[in-house]
């Protein structure tokens, strides 16, 4: 099959090859890091709201701890059936939410306080 194509020839479509593998092969490394890199700010960004769950899981694809990471989904699965798991991850990430919010929203702190009663009617 290659015995019309100079031996020149061969080597310069075997090195063009050999370097379009290698710049694919990086460039699909690079998008693996780049996703997770973008996964550890996002956990990061779910430590600070108060969802500790989520951030865990996105640590584990992070690492690629693809086992802990199943097992984990499982384990959170599980935990969200129960009501007081729920209630106790929500009020964390309420309590964030009411804090940010007095700190940097005024108008969706007097709604708030409207809602809690605490607030002057207008």
């Known amino acids: 099959m290659f015995h019309d194509i100079p031996l020149i020839w061969q080597c310069v479509i075997l090195g063009g ?3 379009a593998v290698v710049l694919v092969g990086l460039w699909l490394y ?3 890091e780049t996703r997770r890199k973008h996964a550890i700010e996002l ?4 430590v600070r709201w108060g ?3 989520l951030a865990e899981v996105y640590e584990m ?20 059936r129960s009501d007081e798991a729920m209630v106790r ?3 964390e990430a309420t309590l964030k939410v009411v804090a940010y919010c007095v700190a940097n929203e005024p ?16």
């Open 17 to 19: 090859c050999t370097l």
């Open 30 to 32: 690079n998008r693996r």
């Open 43 to 46: 956990s990061r960004l779910m």
């Open 51 to 53: 969802l500790d769950w």
């Open 61 to 80: 694809y992070a690492v690629g701890d693809y086992s802990g990471l199943a097992h984990k989904i499982k384990e959170i699965i599980q935990a969200v």
């Open 89 to 91: 991850v929500l009020w």
């Open 107 to 122: 108008d969706k702190t007097a709604q708030l306080q409207k809602i809690l009663g605490t607030g002057k009617d207008t």
